[in-house]
């Protein structure tokens, strides 16, 4: 099971985005499909995405939170022309922020907001093993600009295997943000590659709920123990989601909501997205009873 599965947060009218991602990366389906009903947002339609063998789970929600490039998705590649095609599906009406072509660190890499708002790393691999094929990168900008170690410092110390990878510095001179410290992180957490690197300059953005990161707990103490760790307010947060120190979004779920959303009943479905509705931290036996309509 992946232990964390990156959520994403989109309007109602990109549905199609499902067809763009599952198009452009091979080793892509769609597992599953609920329709949630009276929530907050209205009528909701949560999809779970397998792109290129990892799972994604997106939800068409509304227009409450926007995608920025503070999480955005890197992409490597193992051959020139599966870059430039990846570049090409993703590109397509997107806002190029850097051009394809060669940079001081690669042969050839870009980097795209797509269509839908959500930002790509594409990159050709140039040889180097691929152990990943889409890693999350986080940036830190504003208040966050270089907390990126004691960040990832902080996250590989919950998870088991967890470790800090390779670690680039910026050099004198490289920087206009004088608290811009890591120009690359690479760590894992649960097993699953990640990478982090402070902002160069002031931005008008930073993270928000449009990706947040799902945790997939097996029981009742595994919820509290990341509840705990992860929230800045244990007594905040609504439907598992919370906000760690850095502002990112997080969802301490339990695994089995996975069968109750895919395999229940309409009614199942209904009773289940009520109970967590009125909840913040995930309750196992409540939302259980719920299920099972006691």
Partial sequence: MQKITP?????????????????AFANSRVRASVSLGNTPS???????LELAGQTFQLLFAGPEFRFT?????????GTVPETEALWAKLSDQGQVLMPLGAYPFSDLYGWVQDRYGLSWQVMFASGREIQQ?????????????GKVEE???????????SAVGHVARYGAGEVSDSNSKANYYAFT?????FAALDSTQAHDFTFNEAVSFMLRCTDQQEIDRYWAALSTDPASGQCGWLKDRYGLSWQVVPALMDEMMTRGSPQQIARVTQAFLKMKKFDIADLQRAYDGL
């Fill in 7 to 23: 959520h994403l947060w989109f309007d109602r009218q990109a549905r199609d985005a499902v067809a763009l991602y599952t198009s």
């Fill in 133 to 145: 094929k889409i890693t999350p990168m986080l940036m830190f900008t504003g208040a966050n600009s």
């Fill in 189 to 193: 957490l649960a097993g699953q590659h």
């Fill in 42 to 48: 209205g009528a909701v339609e949560i999809v779970i």
């Fill in 151 to 161: 960040a990832i410092l902080y996250y590989t110390s919950l998870f088991p295997e």
């Fill in 69 to 77: 490039p503070a999480v955005s998705f890197l992409s490597e590649c």
